[in-house]
């Protein structure tokens, strides 16, 4: 804290020293909202990679060969900018709470990236089959997605923290809908769609519409207004391609590329607001900071001097709330200085409300994953099986999902290792 040297300290020295401190998270927050622009560029441009790479490998080389060179250029300027960001994150720029968290999924997404160039000489020599080429995809996206949610799990701003979340949710969106766009872009190619294929689309399907419900609850107004106007354009052929891969084992005809097409407009479409999204939280970030350092250098009021030998001492509030002043004081100082401290203690506990019922959703997300965790432990499952399994439960046994989730925390320690 910055105060004069003079002693015993005052509490306007601690009132400055709060404002001060609201100003460091606000900065913290700023840099961690560059951060997950950067890293939304980066898992679009890995996207774009991708889908590039399946074509390339069901068409057994004779698609999209000389567009490889291109996809991996995008990748590394857009690695580039993530890496330039992270070279200016230490303690003083990131939230010093999870700070221990936040490297930590920093140093596994550096980790997963560099086997970038190993991934790519396999598959341009065609070594990988498409199923594992997405699967190393995947997990280099997944590594970069846990970054993102790290990033907002550390958030302490309410306004922030929603726009963290509703990004958040929109990439996992996002990235289970490139995932499907190569999954089926490798049946149309094979002439079929296998059980496994038809199994694992219409999980995909669900966990874009979970992941897009939690977005349209917590996005702000003008991204929420475009993507319905997205959900309003005419996709009557995806949905009828859709169809015809989540039934049909034996769709008839290539229909990879008409259907890489019209995918990749779709996803390219939510990059739009994805952007928009990133802009309203750097706008949000910038306005509070701004906000707050402009009320740090606000003069003053102007409180009358004090007699000699005077000390203000103020006593434990009233049942109405309002403060006592001893008599012989001056009134006007006491009831000046309480007003403020009143007003940023207001302040700071309507924030803590506001964030804590707002982070209930991450505590709540971060649950059920864990639950998951346990069914794909202890039954084998896959991910999205033991999703489904979960829901069921709730259905059946007419609670929430959270409930559940709960419940099979609670007797965690007591079930078998495995």
Not at 101 to 129: C, M, N, V, Y
Not at 135 to 158: G, M
Not at 248 to 258: E, I, M, T
Not at 389 to 395: E, G, P, Q, V
């Amino acid at each position: 804290m910055s105060r004069n040297a003079a002693f015993p300290p005052s509490a306007a020295d601690f009132l400055l020293a709060s404002k001060r401190c609201e100003i460091t998270v606000l900065q913290q927050l700023l840099h961690m909202g560059q951060l997950v622009g950067e890293v939304s560029q980066l898992i679009h441009m890995l996207q774009r990679e991708r889908g590039t790479v399946n074509i390339y490998l069901c068409s057994q080389g004779a698609l999209f060969g000389d567009r490889l060179a291109a996809r991996r250029r995008d990748v590394e300027q857009a690695e580039r900018a993530v890496q330039r960001l992270l070279a200016q994150l230490d303690a003083t720029t990131a939230p010093l709470a999870v700070a221990g968290r936040l490297f930590g999924r920093i140093a596994g997404a550096l980790q997963h990236l560099t086997r970038l160039p190993t991934l790519r000489q396999q598959a341009e020599a065609r070594r990988l089959s498409p199923e594992e080429a997405m699967q190393h995809f995947n997990a280099i996206v997944h590594s970069l997605l846990a970054l993102v949610y790290e990033a907002t799990d550390a958030c302490l701003e309410p306004a922030m923290a929603r726009r963290l979340i509703a990004m958040f949710s929109f990439m996992q969106g996002k990235e289970l809908a490139g995932q499907e766009r190569a999954l089926g872009a490798a049946g149309f190619a094979a002439g079929q769609f296998d059980d496994a294929a038809q199994q694992r689309l219409p999980q995909l399907i669900d966990g874009q519409e979970r992941c897009f419900h939690t977005f349209v609850e917590f996005a702000d107004p003008a991204s929420l207004a475009q993507w319905r106007q997205l959900q309003q354009q005419d996709d009557r052929e995806f949905e009828r391609l859709r169809r015809m891969a989540c039934t049909r084992r034996q769709p008839g005809g290539d229909l990879s590329l008409r259907w890489f097409d019209i995918t990749s407009a779709r996803i390219d479409a939510m990059k739009q607001i994805e952007d928009r999204l990133a802009a309203a939280l750097m706008d949000g970030c910038r306005a509070s900071l701004a906000a707050a350092q402009r009320a740090l250098t606000q003069p003053e009021p102007t409180w009358p001097a004090l007699e000699p030998g005077y000390t203000v001492f103020v006593s434990a509030p009233t049942a109405d709330g309002e403060a006592l002043l001893d008599d012989g004081v001056n009134p006007q100082l006491g009831r000046s200085l309480m007003a403020m401290i009143r007003q940023q203690s207001q302040r700071l506990q309507a924030l803590s409300e506001e964030l804590a019922a707002t982070r209930a959703t991450l505590q709540e997300r971060r649950e059920i994953e864990r639950a998951k965790s346990l069914l794909i432990q202890h039954r084998g499952l896959t991910e999205e099986s033991a999703y489904q399994l979960l829901r069921k439960m709730a259905m059946d046994q007419n609670k929430r999902l959270i409930d559940i989730a709960r419940a099979m925390l609670a007797v965690a320690d007591i079930l078998p290792g495995k």
